[in-house]
């Protein structure tokens, strides 16, 4: 299974937009992107996900590298909410739902 | 919020004693999944189950069995639970296509002494 690579922790300041990039370079043609994100002692939520074009909603935005090799969640304005670690997960049509969850970044927000 | 609901959410046992967790919802999703979540480890997969009585084996399901007899209802269980089982259990539930959101319970937080 084609696994992600995330830095540890990231730091913004609110009010400010934040980029948090993923690598996948192993990733395959039919791999979906997907974004999730942990708040304290609450389990993951869906953040966003994408194939190949730049996706947007209402939480944030997805940036996908031409060769899919490596994508960024951003968030436009971050707040002090937004303080969680965040999760970069690929999902195919072959790994029957055994996603690989690695450690995130954990992004502190500073107010 | 998705409607998944998991029961109980703090628990405290002995090592060797029978533990089973539940997870229920409301959203006739197909798919449920058992992790459990240790510092330096992430979110790792116990079982899944596709459908009423089909499961399958994620990464660390040694120790653990799971059974689902009803769409709305997977549950987990440490048939002898051992102190390394201690952990944060999160239940997850997605729909048919692996592009599906796995949307997740609130968690059990289980103590093995």
């Known amino acids: 299974d084609a696994k992600t690579t995330q830095p540890n922790s990231m730091e913004s300041n609110e009010e400010e937009p934040v980029h948090l990039p993923c690598n996948h370079s192993?990733?395959?043609?039919?791999?979906?992107i997907h974004w999730y994100r942990q708040l304290p002692s609450q389990g993951p939520e869906y953040v966003i996900h994408?194939?190949?074009?730049?996706v947007n909603n209402r939480m944030a935005s997805l940036a996908i590298a031409e060769d899919r090799k490596s994508s960024t969640l951003i968030l436009h304005r971050a707040t002090l909410r937004d303080a969680a670690v965040y999760y970069c997960?690929?999902?195919?049509?072959?790994?029957?739902?055994?996603?690989?969850w690695g450690l995130g970044t954990s992004l502190a927000v500073n107010p | 919020d998705a409607g998944i609901t998991q029961s109980p959410r703090h628990k405290v046992t002995e090592t060797g004693t029978p533990v089973t967790l539940r997870c229920h919802q409301t959203?006739?999703?197909?798919?449920m999944y058992w992790y459990r979540q240790d510092p330096g480890h992430g979110l790792r997969l116990i079982h899944y189950?596709?459908?009423?009585?089909?499961?399958d084996k994620g990464e660390v399901s040694d120790g653990y069995s799971v059974s689902r007899s009803k769409t709305e209802d997977f549950l987990l269980t440490l048939e002898s639970a051992t102190s390394s089982q201690t952990s944060v259990y999160f239940c997850?539930?997605?729909?048919?296509?692996?592009?599906?959101?796995?949307?997740f319970g609130p968690g059990t937080r289980l103590t093995v002494l």
């Open positions: 997850a539930i997605s729909g048919q296509t692996h592009t599906d959101t796995q949307y």
């Open positions: 959203e006739n999703h197909r798919y």
């Open positions: 189950s596709y459908g009423v009585k089909d499961t």
């Open positions: 192993t990733i395959s043609g039919t791999d979906y």
């Open positions: 994408g194939l190949t074009s730049n």
């Open positions: 997960i690929l999902s195919s049509a072959g790994n029957n739902r055994k996603l690989i």
